[in-house]
């Protein structure tokens, strides 16, 4: 893969759980895991569902970034303002690479 076709950025954010020390509540938030230079693949055309009554259409992208061992399934990409839940992960070229597939979430 040529390394110039990564041209955009993203931040793969990680869940995460802490507790409010004063209240003693649990807080759920997205933090940033790490920022990576991708190369982004838009799919031609999304997939669409019907479920009870209800019409739901998926956007489907993919992104190309270095690997990182500590990248998966539980996190999140974050693109252009937009929130794309990593839905599957190979490695490429013998640990060069992940292609990550993701779903926009809405």
Request: proline residues 0%; aromatic residues 8%; hydrophobic residues 35%.
């Amino acid at each position: 893969m040529n390394a110039g076709l990564m041209d955009e950025l993203v931040t793969v954010q990680q869940f995460s759980t802490t507790t409010d020390l004063n209240t003693g509540a649990k807080l759920q938030s997205w933090s940033t895991y790490t920022t990576a230079w991708a190369r982004v693949q838009e799919a031609e055309s999304g997939s669409e569902s019907v479920d009870s009554d209800r019409r739901e259409a998926k956007q489907t992208v993919t992104f190309t970034v270095r690997y990182d061992s500590g990248i998966n399934t539980k996190m999140r990409i974050v693109w252009e303002g937009r929130n794309y839940n990593i839905e599957n992960i190979a490695d490429l070229s013998r640990r060069m690479y992940l292609v990550i597939q993701t779903e926009l979430v809405q």
